[in-house]
């Protein structure tokens, strides 16, 4: 059984930074990506960012510039650096895992993220 944790978030104000950490136990034989999305209130989830295996990255307009996301696919974990973060940052931040093994992504449970103004 595959599981992701994932750690990092918290509360910040307005223009700080967060460091997100997520990493995956179990069978995990090869990666093709991994990745973050986001939940805020009353809002559908978004891609925030992803990396490939051959580290290829995504991200979602509001973020770019603000955020990057790095891999060590050697050790399953995936990580987003978020600076000059700002209140619309707020929500629930899941991590995802992409294996060409399994017919559906693994996410994990989430990490709240609140920016204060």
């Known amino acids: 059984q595959v599981q992701l944790v994932e750690s990092g978030g918290g509360l910040v104000q307005a223009g700080g930074s967060l460091r997100l950490s997520c990493t995956a136990s179990?069978?995990?034989?090869?990666?093709?990506?991994m990745g973050w999305y986001r939940q805020a209130p009353g809002k559908q989830r978004e891609l925030v960012a992803n990396?490939?295996?051959?580290?290829?990255?995504k991200y979602a307009d509001s973020v770019k510039g603000r955020f990057t996301i790095s891999r060590d696919f050697a050790k399953k974990s995936v990580y987003l650096q978020m600076n000059s973060l700002n209140p619309q940052d707020t929500a629930v931040y899941y991590c995802?895992?992409?294996?060409?093994?399994?017919?559906?992504?693994?996410w994990g449970q989430g990490t709240q993220v609140t920016v204060s103004s």
């Open positions: 990396i490939t295996s051959g580290g290829t990255t």
């Open positions: 179990g069978m995990v034989f090869s990666i093709n990506g």
């Open positions: 995802y895992l992409d294996v060409p093994e399994a017919p559906a992504d693994y």
